[in-house]
């Protein structure tokens, strides 16, 4: 694997593009814990925000940012990361998980002494791996400056791909094509969720492909039996049966870059009522990728495909897809455009998308997705795996 | 799989005990967001902690807790809770991910709407899945409440397990067991590291001991070739090879219950700095579990740890373990108790603790832990596998 997975050229046209934002917004420096937006710049990559950590990106000067965390997890920055070594600072294990004192005490102190107190600092807000006292010990630690809210800043940047990007979404889309043919050819009645769930994990990980796959942002969702009507399930041992309808939503990851797929799976003799909205589902996406191409507004992709369910006298209230890419536990989603009525975001080139059409009726369900790139032409489907309700006998 | 998986006068023993220091604290309502806190309270489980819920619990009147979250997540709910319905509230979906608009608005004005303005509300501040915005919407929502920071409330409750939460420990370790063995079982020389970690998943997940195993706080670490001195790597398709010490460190979950487990194997003739210090990490571990017993002060285990590498002239800077127990990604630890110097918390029966003793030197690094469990007579490891350094040639 290279250190790190892109090549320098694409990191500074990362930061530059970050940049342009932070000096639109007068932002000295940026603030980044969403371990997604620290790779991004920086490639750094570890199972380590589980403790605080930052990404610090100044605005001038072209100076390097600065990756600060738990002095054990330096680590992991040569393995991973193009940061020169001197940019790669810990603090004392002596801050970790202590009542009296926090990691942010200590990384405050340090960005004061570099001078950035009195400066204008802008911060996630709304991210996983970034709390309230983390905040406000930054805060209390640097009381000259000025702190402003710079969440989805850098999402915002990735919501476009650059082709090495969009590379390792097609290997994510490869993988995850196995891994949900490995969930097809697991499910049989008297198998337990949980071993169709062990072979998508293989499948996700090592898969046939030639590479490795990346832990998933969300885990393999399984909506079966007594859960058939619920979007976000755990695995449990239930047994699968026959005359059972199953779907499934997983993704796969390459370089933590992600493809998802969500199909249905019945078991015996497929009940008119699944075939006859899975018919309409089909005639909907299909209308919703008709619809997908660049210059046309979010909302009007969801409108697309409500027109279809409208006909047809068929209801659903959540979105129907959102902005996906590079991400950590628990999502993939980038959390910036959504395909929902009043998303005025207009789609561009190389923006991808997760559109997920999740039918949760009164007791069953069924759902059907493609991870999708906006081409100068149109929307191109990334993954590639038949449609329509599978029907196993 | 029952719903919920413990008995209902488990849940209520755990509201006592929660409300207990509420009150002492002088909290009205406490809101919790941490999902391992969520689920311990009221059994909710789900892959839904990705947008903002929470559970409220009422300290006063043995008014059941409610559950907040996206309208789609209360299908969840009657799979997994032993809530009420009436106590099942949803937020609307055009809540979900908008600049406009967050969830804690619509939860903010709904807590309004029962009364809870005006009140004192202690609510986490530093846990995974409640952010600065959280907060900041909640206080905004309800401004004649008193918030309070209520971190780690639950989580000090949680240190002392039931024996149904052991009885979910002892499983785990099961599967864990099991999982090292099929980590030890794939490595081989040429084998990619992400083949061994299908190989681990299928074990964690599927196991052989009749019962599913849950996703793990975090995902197994690989520490080998290149990464073989980082704590936390991320896997990759890097081939294993000859005369390589790798050290891994995983969990498995039951009812998210975690055992975990470290070990590290060597394959070809393992140096003599390996033997050597696996044997004083050995000597350093057997004193710390003779140590480990009621009454006895944390950080007096670390001590009698560190006494054994003083003698032998090594050094480890981070702490030798911590509570360990029901979590969901990114962590398996509680936060709560820490075995290292100047923690002065009393041990006590049905504590659990992960003794993990990492050593990490210039360019090598061995591991090696078991999950105990305190009794009356001291310290019961839970994970059973030999210990030592593990030859394969």
Redesign the interface.
Known sequence: ?PTPPFEKTEYESRLRRVRARMEAAGIDLLLLADPANMNYLTGY??????VPQLVAVPCQGNEDPLWLGR???R??AP??SWLPDARVIGY??SY??R?DR?PMDWIADHLKGRGWDGRRIG?E????????????RLRAGLPNAEFV?A??LVNWVRAVKSPAEIACMREAASLVGGAMRAAFDAIEPGV????A???I??AQ???EAG?????T???P?IMSG??A??????????RFERDQTTAIELGAARRHYHASLARTLHVGRPPQRLMDTAKIVEEGLEAALAAMRPGVEAGAVEAAWRRVLDRHGLKK???IG?SIGLGY???W?E?TI?LRPGDATVLEPCNTFHIILGM?MEGWGMETSETVLITEQGAECLTRFPRGVHVKD
């Open positions: 694997m990559d570890g199972w380590s925000f589980y002095a054990m997890d680590a992991q393995l991973t004392p294990e970790v998980q009542s926090h911060t807000t709304d991210v996983y791996y970034f709390s309230p006292k983390a905040l406000e809210d969440d989805l337990r969720q949980c071993d769930i062990a072979r994990y293989a990980i090592a898969g590479f490795a796959g990346d832990i942002g969300l885990c969702l007594r859960a009507a619920a979007p976000h399930p755990m695995w449990t041992d239930d209230e959540s979105r959102y536990p628990p999502d989603g959390h959504s949760w």
